[in-house]
């Protein structure tokens, strides 16, 4: 490929270069299509994963607050084990 080519032979090995060039090209693209399917994949794998955790905070805070309700634990001791976590 390159100038070589075209000098040797011509009209030729320009169209060989212009080939060349076009299944570079050619890979390029299939290589970025796979990324981007890639990229999309991921993304909806993140979305999935978001959903989940909102369903399970959902869960969570509801079930604390049955729990308060209903006496069985306190407040105080629901603020602590938060602040426990929260911790650093």
Same mark, same amino acid.
């Given at each position: 490929?390159?100038?070589?080519?075209?000098?040797?032979?011509?009209?030729?090995?320009?169209?060989?270069?212009?080939?060349?060039?076009?299944?570079? !090209?050619?890979?390029?693209?299939?290589?970025?299509?796979?990324?981007?399917?890639?990229?999309?994949?991921?993304?909806?794998?993140?979305?999935?994963?978001?959903?989940?955790?909102?369903?399970?905070?959902?869960?969570?805070?509801?079930?604390?607050?049955?729990? !308060? /309700?209903?006496?069985?634990?306190?407040?105080?001791? !629901?603020? /602590? /084990?938060?602040? /426990?976590?929260d911790k650093p």
């Open positions: 490929m390159g100038w070589g080519r075209m000098m040797l032979m011509g009209n030729v090995g320009q169209q060989l270069d212009i080939q060349d060039l076009g299944n570079t !090209v050619s890979q390029l693209q299939t290589v970025l299509e796979q990324t981007q399917n890639l990229d999309l994949q991921q993304e909806r794998t993140l979305d999935e994963l978001r959903k989940e955790n909102r369903e399970l905070k959902l869960y969570l805070a509801t079930l604390v607050h049955l729990l !308060v /309700a209903k006496g069985l634990i306190k407040q105080e001791e !629901v603020d /602590a /084990a938060v602040h /426990a976590i």
